[in-house]
């Protein structure tokens, strides 16, 4: 093998990605009365990696088994390259799936797990035997072909697993928390793990997950669900730039989120207050703040900094628990009114520590209230 030649075998790489378009129009469930997905609109292109990201009970289960052909619709319609699926039974639909549980057969070494489903298919032994090394070279498995499940560590299970699945060559795979039963470091490896296989693979996958970290790192773009419903669609950077509300910007790591009132607006801007914190911030979309509005601030621990010497702070606060993560320390302050705050610094804080704290302004956004029964907010 010359430098130049990829290192998977042209013959275990998909043909580029079968799949051209997979189109959610108005996808929609409901058990009972209960409304699980509100209608969902939803375009994934050939060779994508989406996420479908929200918290426990948003509708991600339900919307990847509708896909899965699992759960029927209760309406909209699903098309794969302009052609109608959601009227077809899982199995016709042929996509690949990757579960928490990864479901092996455990008396099946791991060659015959893999091979299984093409042998199922009729696919002949030579295509079966080429295609399994193949995928087995891609997951990094070939040493460990030979053995049960049950000799292997989670990590390599979930390897068959995803091996399992896209030996099939299916048009889109489907993927539902496929690390949540790893531990933490292996959680990190097989990220970054399953980002490779579906590049060199020319995968399209579909993913579903509540941590958003892990969404932002593996996915092309986002969906972020909310109670069944869509917040926003983005790529990572968008959703972690431009948070379509506090909701979402809760999920992009904006650990802050202050119930202030509006002080005043100009075109540079509006200025808040409340539990003893007065800063200036930026409004996004719709918000057009006037004076006495309620609205929820968001701000990033990192953006939130100890004020320069000088510098007037948007908050007095008193470090209560401090934790050390290497160059940076996380901070939990609490102002005069008992709001917490959380910062990360890399000054040294000791708890006890009086704090003026202080955020730029074009890093303090400004959302219509979250709408909580939140604490009244006396400015
Ligand atoms: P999780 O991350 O906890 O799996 P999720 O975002 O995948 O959550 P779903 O499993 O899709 O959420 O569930 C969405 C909503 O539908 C929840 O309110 C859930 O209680 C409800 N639900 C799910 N399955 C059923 C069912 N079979 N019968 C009735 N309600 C259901």
Redesign the pocket.
């Known amino acids: 093998m010359t430098k130049a030649e990829p290192a998977v075998a042209p013959a275990a790489r998909r043909p580029g990605s079968q799949l051209d378009e997979l189109q959610l129009r108005g996808v929609s469930r409901a ?2 009365a ?1 409304t ?2 509100q209608p969902l609109e939803l375009t994934v292109r050939g060779g994508e990696f989406v996420a479908l990201l ?12 509708c896909l899965a052909g699992l759960l029927p619709l209760t309406s909209g319609e699903i098309l794969l390259d302009g052609k109608r699926i959601d009227t077809l039974p899982p199995e016709k639909r042929g996509f690949g799936m990757v579960f928490q549980n990864y479901a092996l057969f455990p008396h099946l070494t791991v060659r015959a797990n893999i091979a299984f489903g093409l042998k199922m298919r009729g696919v002949s032994r030579s295509e079966t035997a080429r295609r399994v090394e193949d995928v087995l070279r891609l997951v990094h498995l070939t040493e460990q072909a030979h053995k049960h499940p049950g000799r292997l560590s989670g990590g390599q299970q979930q390897r068959v697993a995803i091996a399992r699945a896209i030996v099939m060559e299916p048009p889109l795979v489907l993927m ?2 496929p690390l949540s039963n790893l531990d933490a470091a292996l959680r990190l490896e097989m990220r970054s793990e399953i980002r490779r296989i579906h590049q060199e693979f020319g995968l399209t996958t579909l993913y ?1 997950t ?1 941590d958003q970290e892990e969404a932002l790192s593996l996915a092309d773009r986002l969906v972020v ?1 909310r109670e ?1 419903r869509v917040s926003q669609i983005g790529t990572p950077a968008e959703l972690y730039e431009h948070p379509a509300d506090a909701h979402v910007a809760a999920f992009m790591g904006y650990r802050n989120l202050l119930p202030l009132r509006v002080v005043s607006a100009d075109a540079d801007g509006a200025l808040a207050e409340g539990r003893g914190i007065r800063l200036r911030g930026t409004p996004v979309g719709e918000l057009d703040p006037h004076a006495g509005q309620s609205v929820t601030v968001a701000v990033r621990p990192e953006d939130l900094r100890i004020a320069e010497e000088g510098e007037e702070g948007v908050a007095e606060a008193v470090a209560e628990i401090v934790e050390y993560h290497g160059r940076v320390q996380h901070v939990e302050a609490v102002t005069r009114d008992g709001h917490r705050l959380h910062l990360k610094t890399g000054r040294h804080v000791r708890p006890g520590d009086p704090l003026s704290v202080a955020v730029d302004p074009e890093r303090a956004l400004f959302f219509p209230d979250l709408g909580q029964p939140a604490e009244e907010v006396t400015p």
């Open positions: 058990y009972g209960h699980a997905l929200g918290p426990s009970g948003c509708g991600k289960t339900t919307a990847l088994n539902d928390e579903v509540h669900l069944g």
